[in-house]
Structures are given as structure tokens and as C-alpha cells.
């Protein structure tokens, strides 16, 4: 009971393993990978990375070599509980564990959206060509589009291009000016980055096109061209500007979904973040939630880069550590120096890059009445508009029952906000933060057998 | 090691998910979708969309994408 069980070994949790470890305090990871890392560190059976490796190594040895933190790999948390003062967690494996401390670092996912022919093979989130470049050097195409927005567009289309990629373009549907100074303003680092991903697209000649965007993908059973064009400030096409191009990928991404499902489940508060209203844990100074002895750390918290998720991982180990009676809060503040005004700096800069690659709500412009929205249940942008128009449903969850769009097996987290906007703007309302919040109700996380079930049950 | 992909025996290295495997064997229709028949692939790549979901070891739904190949392992794919 006094283990700290941390769920996702991501910067997030490895940093705040760590310092409990340091204090002297006993922690267990989970993580659905094989291996340590998350997304961000994420690698094959040998930990080499182009990047940025060295912090991770680091991290690992000393995880390693702390007897009392355990990592779980290839384990997933299907349901999630927390009562009078207990959490539980039960995972895919018929076991369950229970703890008074529980650190959430579930990280984020790729948001999307939908545009003719997403659903088509070849066509993939840009985390996800990442994900399977790093972990096996598997490449989504040959030749490929890589677009949406934000500044991850850069390192997915750079890590293409060094793997042998033909990247044919890099479209940012924002017109973004002077970002480069904005990163400089927070740290030497990001500028270094930055450099780097224009200088390997630069010497690949790879075009970098603002204001752009893929409308449409075709092909025979997987993706063959792509129609992309000039879009306005708020994404609506602009007439005339229409290319098409051939190409055998797309890898599109739109920024990040924190991954709440667990949060829900333990009940934590949650808010809406204020520029793009994504869902995201509420915390306190030293990373608690609402509840007592449920810390949150990472992208969950708020979409903000891997230097703010190694930040709040240590200061919730810390704070974990003081909680649990390991060290004093004296010992606990010499242990933080300088973290809570790095946090500031880098969560006010976090939010500088949300307002500058914001999605602006003209997309919706670039489906057509066929278009599907839910992958899962294969429901089109039509139906959703005629559950709205002709059986007269006039919030998301009544729409979301009468089309089924979202209630498939990825239970909403591909188009849960996506629909959201689109039936928001078919009612004439935006989604409700409470509707927003709906999104990550997912009672059973992840599918389970009912072998799994019925042993569990005993 | 050795896995069958649709009944065929393949050779397999190690460590790699189901879906990597596939895709590096230029197989990037995964499977055909319930109501129209139209032809998926890997999507996220993270174990979040189910897009990519193949019958393992007689298993149906399965997620290629975090789904490691292990010796002997049967896989069945539809394109």
C-alpha cells in the first residue's frame, strides 16, 4: 500500500519514479510499451536515438538501479477506481493493484481531423508514422505529405526525411510568423531544435507551405493522391488554389488529445483549457488533483512538451515523497529549486504555441455530405447532420446515441471533440464543458476478455 | 522466428509489433470494415484508434500497432 503506483512510463513518470526513489520511497510503473519512454522516447529493443537520447538514458539507468522502483511493460489499466482513499487498478493481465498514491502520467495522443478519405490505408496520424519510425524504423510510405498544424509537423517530416523518406511537403494550415523568435525566447534548446528540422528539410529541399492543408486524399484502396489548397485564416479553402498531387502517405496531426481515461474513472476535477478547450486534469502547486493522494504529471495535465512533463514529474515525486512522510518539506524544497518558475515559464509558452496553432473552424468546410467522421461505426458528416435537422437532436450526447458516431471501439478518442464541434455548430451551440468532459467517460478503458473478466470477478 | 500470415509461414525478427511487420511487408490494408467493406490500416500507431485491428491466434480485434509477434504466432489479415 505504501508503493507509489504510477500509471505511464513516459518523461512524465520516469522523472517522477526517480525522485521518489531518491527520497528513499518505493514506486511502480505501468505502461502499455514494451518499454519505457512513451511517445516521445519511444524505441526499438537498443535505446538509440537521433535526438535527445541522453536524458533518457539517464533516467533509465537510474530506474535501473533503484531496486525499489518496479516497471510493468506491455500491461494495460482497464478500469480504474479511487475510494476512501484507495485507488485500484486493474489490469489486462487478471491482476489488480491498490495504492494511497497514485501519480496519473498517461501523456496524449494525436487529435485528427476528418477529411474525405482519412479513413484510407496510408493515411496516418503524424505521432503515429513517428511512433512506428522510432519503435522499428517501420516507414508509412515513400512518398509522403506530412500536415496540419503545429510545431511536431517539423521533427515527424525531419525523421522522415533522414529514414529515407521522399517528404513532398510540409503543410501548416496556420500562417505562423516569427515563431522561431518565440522559441528562442524560452530556451536555447528549442531554438537548437528548430534549427536543426528547417536544416534537414532545408538540404532535402522539402517545401515548407503556411497556410496549406490536405482537403482530400483518393486512391483505389489506399491513398494514390492528395488534394491539398491555400486556406484562409479561419481553414476555409480559398478558391482557385486547388492542387493535386500524387503520393502513397499522408501523416496529418493537429496537436495533442490529453489522454484522460484513467483520470475520469478516479474522479478527479478536470478543466477546460481556456484557448483550445481540450479537457485536462485539474492540479494544485505540487501536482495533486482533487482527490487526495492522486497526483497528475505531463500532457494529461496540459498539452506542454517534454521539458514541462520531466518538470512536473519531479515535482510530484517530491511532493509524493513528502505526502508519504519520506522527507520533511524543508528537504522537499531544497529538492525543488528553481521547478515551480520553470513550470510558469514553460506552461505560459505551452499556451503561446496554442493560441498561434489553434484549429480554426473553417475545416469543416472541407467535408463533404459522405465524409466519414467516426472510423469505428462508419458514421458520415450526413448522418450526423440528420440526427441534428430531421430527428431534432439538440445536444452532442443525443446525437452521439442516435448515429452512434463515437460508440465504437476506440469509444470517441479519434472523433469524440471533433463531433463535438461539428454538432455544435449543426445545433447552433458549442459543446458545453461538461459535454466536453463526457468524451472521456470510458467506464472499461480498454477491451478485456471475459476470461479476463470472470477471473477478476473472483 | 516464424509467424503465419494467413496460414502462410513467414520469417519474423523479434521485437516488432504485428503492425510494423506487416507494413514492412508493404501490407498496409489491415483489414475491411464492418459495413461497407472499405479497407483500413495502421492509423495512430499508438494503441488509441483500433483501426488496425487483426485476428491473432484465432482472436479477432486485436490491435496490430501494440501487438509484439511472438514464435509461432497466427495472423490473419484481410485486404
Redesign the interface.
Known sequence: MSRTIIVGGGPAGMSAAVEIARAGGDAIIID???RLGG?YWRH??VAEFSYDGERFVALQAEINNHPSIEVRA?TQVWRASYQDGVATLWLNDGTSLTGETLLIATGA??RSLPFPGW???????A???Q??LK??G???GRSVFVAGTGPFLLPVAASLVEAGVKVLGVLEANRVNGWVNHLGAVDVRKMKDAVRYFKILSAAKVPIRMGYAIIEARGD??IEEVVIAKVDRNFTVKPGTVEVHKCDAIATGWGFTPDLTIAHSLGVSTDVHPIDRSVVIHVDAFQETSQYGIFAAGESTGVGGVDLALIEGRIAGIAIAVQRGLISTVEAKNRSVGLASERSKIRKFANALLSVYKIREGWRSWLNPETILC????VTFKQVRNVVHDLGASDVRTAKLLSRCGM???QA??CGRMVADVIGAEIGAPATDDELRGIHNRPIAH?I?LQTLADQGQ | MRIYLNGVEVEAT????V???L??RRQ???RK????D??????????????C?VTIDG?A?QRA??T?LRDGMRIEVTS
Not at chain 2, 470494415?33 to 461497407?36: A, K
Not at chain 2, 479497407?39 to 484508434?49: D, E, K, L, Q
Open positions: 502499455s510499451n514494451p511517445q526499438g529493443p506491455s495522443y494525436d479513413d484510407l490505408p496510408g493515411s496516418m496520424t505521432g503515429g508514422a511512433a512506428i519503435a522499428s517501420a516507414l508509412l484502396g489506399r472510423r469505428c461505426e462508419e465504437g471501439m476506440c478518442r479519434v477491451p476478455s | 523479434e521485437n516488432e509489433s503492425g510494423t511487420f507494413l514492412k498496409q490494408v489491415l470494415t464492418r459495413f461497407n472499405q479497407p483500413r490500416g495502421m492509423f495512430c500507431g499508438i494503441g488509441v484508434c483500433f483501426d485491428i482472436i480485434n500497432c501494440i509484439q
